[in-house]
């Protein structure tokens, strides 16, 4: 046993290197979620139950397979001409063996002579386009939507901040036949910082912009889950809900339960599928409108004046200054730039976003012009259209501020017992 003045600062050591692999597994970059699988190329129909029989277990299969096909194409034709089963064309084998281009086993039970199984039909989108009466496959498309799945369990919200099974459903899901264009997340890189659960309940705006900007997306859908449990590996439940837009609108919701913990996939993915629906509803009646306050805020409107016209040389100009920079700094220098300018009469914030572009309405002395070449001149990358100047450093720290100029020593009073001092001699004695 060590003494009291060796064991404890030992104790004291190890505690804080356990700290720091805490600290450090939980910094530590790593993938939090699987890549969405792409379905741009297949039209996909799942859920097709066969049973069927033959001479031995590979006969068996192989004519589940056929009979998958046909029903896959059917349903499929039915589905993109929203028209009855009974109305689709019947294809021969042959011309199915080079429209399929995989078969997706769900479930399958083989014995002898006997074959029964759920299957998914994937079809090559350009080779069955002719057959299904629709020019490339294509279906009319909503804008790019940012996907945001939530999971809450165990009273813990998560999107992408680890590995969840309700990412994977979505990950997995093929949206090739749907008529929203997701943008699906990975949980890769600083998926886990930006899109997380706490991302959906912020209202600030500057930031949503920013974030569907940086994924390439015009709106944002969150599709959110709340799983219970009824024991480890038990039942679960799960309610599902469809929101829309920053302010978190819910456009509808259902519930699904599974027999055990193994049943939790499929239940997910059924659910994903459910929502798909709940969205394209959503879109088919005018729901999905992109919320008018994730639009940058348009520039001041000032009036034209006429040719002849020209503005006093005192007169102000209101311009709409958007400073782009990666940190608050960037923004502070932009101001305290436009603050001492000579000619601003005033500087006020319009909306201030220090990690993307910020919008500042500035009155100046002068027009637009002057102002854009005074901000060129002290470092300044600038440009400018109409009543609008971009300003941005062409490195990551701002230009530095201008010396302040240097006043002149103020003139010394004649001291007033001085003698006035004249350029006659003194005369001799």
Known sequence: ML??????PLMVLFAFAGIGGVLFAQLETGERGIPPLD????????GIHVDVGGADAQSARYAGWRVAQRQGFKLLWAKMHNAPIGQAPTLPDGTL??????????????????????????????????????EGGQVERSVPML???????????????????????????????SPIDYVRVSGMGADPLLINAAQTARPGRGWWRSLLEMYGAADVLVAEVQLQRLYPGGPARGRFIARHGPDNEIIGGFTLSAPNGDAIPAMLAQGAQRI?????????????????????????????????TRPAANALTAVQVQVTGNNVTVYNFAMAHLRTLPGIASATPQQINPGGT?????????????LAAALSSRGWVVDFAGTVVRMHSNSEKPPALPPPPVQPPPAQPPAQNAQPTTNQATPRP
């Not at 165990?154 to 999107?159: E, Q």
């Open 3 to 8: 003494p009291r003045h060796i064991a404890v």
């Open 39 to 46: 379905s741009s190329n297949t039209l996909e129909i799942g």
């Open 97 to 134: 063996d080079q429209i399929v281009s995989s078969i997706n086993v769900e479930r399958e039970e083989i014995g002898p002579t006997r074959y029964i199984a759920d299957l998914g039909v994937l079809f090559d989108r350009v080779r069955a386009a002719p057959f299904l009466g629709v």
């Open 147 to 177: 996907l945001i799945p939530v999971m809450v369990s165990g009273g813990t919200a998560t999107t992408v901040e680890q590995r969840n099974a309700w990412q994977r459903a979505w990950a997995q899901f093929r949206t090739s036949q």
């Open 276 to 308: 798909d629906q709940l969205y394209a509803q959503a879109l088919a009646a005018g729901r999905l409108s992109r919320d008018p306050s994730l639009n940058l805020p348009p520039p001041p409107v000032l009036p034209e004046l006429p040719v002849e």
């Open 358 to 370: 910020s919008y500042i309405l500035v009155q100046y002395k002068g027009d637009i012009s002057q």
